[in-house]
């Protein structure tokens, strides 16, 4: 995914990711993703100023009720990633605890960026 940014980016101008990277922190093989992204300089937007709902996980496998990680941090397998930006002033995890009908089996994640 990085080479193809590279490509169909010559002029290097400010990139904005977001997907499902099927990859997490609290993984027992790491975040290899995550990890690959931020080392070619990209910024991950949960590290914003503001951070809402960053306990839960970004995957709620359409369950009714979702509990907080017991670990204080939520798995996020959602990332808004930004490169050639000044970052984020606010990340939320989008989501409703309990949800008797899940149209997704993830929660939304929007993030507020910083432009100039």
Known sequence: ???RVAVENPDHVPVVLG??????????GGDPAH??????GFYDTAD?????????????AFAR????????WGARLD???????????????VLQRTQTNRPSDHDMVVADLQLS
Not at 35 to 40: I, Y
Not at 48 to 60: D, G, I, K, L, S
């Open 65 to 72: 009720t979702v509990p907080k990680s017991p670990s204080g």
């Open 19 to 28: 997907g499902d990277l099927n990859s997490w922190q609290a993984a027992r």
């Open 1 to 3: 995914m990085l080479a």
């Open 79 to 93: 990332v808004i990633a930004t490169k050639g930006l000044r970052g984020a002033v606010r990340f939320e995890n």
């Open 35 to 40: 990890d690959a992204l931020v080392a070619a």
């Open 48 to 60: 914003a100023v503001t951070q809402v709902n960053t306990r839960w996980t970004t995957y709620n």
